[in-house]
């Protein structure tokens, strides 16, 4: 099956910093998901975007699908970007996702 | 409002009983998923469900049961056969058209302990 490799796997920043945040895949997709989850587990929705870039408040992403990657930058970090961000790819149609380990970051202030 | 609700957030069991989680949507998918994740670990998936009274075994289906008698709810049973089921449980669900992809959506998920 599709393999999805996470990097780094811990960061830590100080708050204001920025940081860029690494997924590989091994195999064409047509579904590529970044998450965010919070403290208390749940998975917040950051980014749907199997090709191209886009951009939310401090939050962007891009991904090149020809090259089997994507990047989730975050931008003048805060502490409340702080917990794991989640990679998470989807073969064809509506198969189910596959996930990364995930990257834990952590903000100080 | 829309979303998706589990529950309970908290369950804890005994050894050797069975339990079921509950996961409801309201917002017209047709497909819904249970991903089981285990401390410091990425999502595994258990039972997926593309439509009314079908689904599909995932990675680790072994010891856990699933129905969808209706669109909008698909229950997960934690069975006695599963060796090691304290985890966390998240639900999601998408929209199903062919074979375009969709956004997935999750559930806020069940802790459960086993005793």
């Known amino acids: 099956g599709i393999q999805v490799e996470q990097s780094p796997p811990d960061l830590i920043l100080q708050e204001g910093a920025n940081s860029t945040l690494r997924c590989n895949f091994s195999?064409?997709?047509?579904?590529l998901q970044w998450f965010h989850q919070n403290p208390w587990g749940q998975l917040i929705n950051l980014f749907y975007?199997?090709?191209g870039t886009k951009q939310n408040g401090r939050l962007s992403a891009t991904t090149v699908a020809t090259e089997r990657y994507s990047l989730l930058y975050i931008s003048s970090s805060q502490t409340t970007d702080s917990g794991v961000y989640f990679c998470a790819v989807g073969r064809s149609g509506n198969t189910p996702l596959v996930f990364g380990k995930g990257t834990r970051l952590s903000v100080i202030a | 409002d829309g979303g998706i609700t589990q529950s309970p957030k908290y369950l804890f069991r005994k050894e050797g009983q069975n339990v079921t989680l509950s996961c409801e949507q309201n917002?017209?998918?047709?497909?819904m998923y249970w991903y089981r994740q285990d401390p410091g670990q990425g999502l595994r998936l258990i039972y997926y469900s593309q439509i009314v009274n079908d689904f599909q075994k995932g990675d680790i289906a072994e010891g856990y049961s699933v129905s969808r008698e209706k669109k909008e709810s698909f229950p997960l049973t934690v069975t006695s056969a599963q060796k090691n089921p304290t985890a966390f449980y998240l639900c999601?669900?998408?929209?199903?058209?062919?074979?375009?992809?969709?956004?997935?959506?999750f559930g806020p998920g069940t802790r459960l302990t086993v005793l």
């Open positions: 975007i199997p090709s």
């Open positions: 999601a669900s998408s929209i199903v058209s062919g074979r375009a992809s969709y956004e997935q959506f």
């Open positions: 917002l017209n998918h047709d497909a």
């Open positions: 195999d064409s997709v047509n579904n």
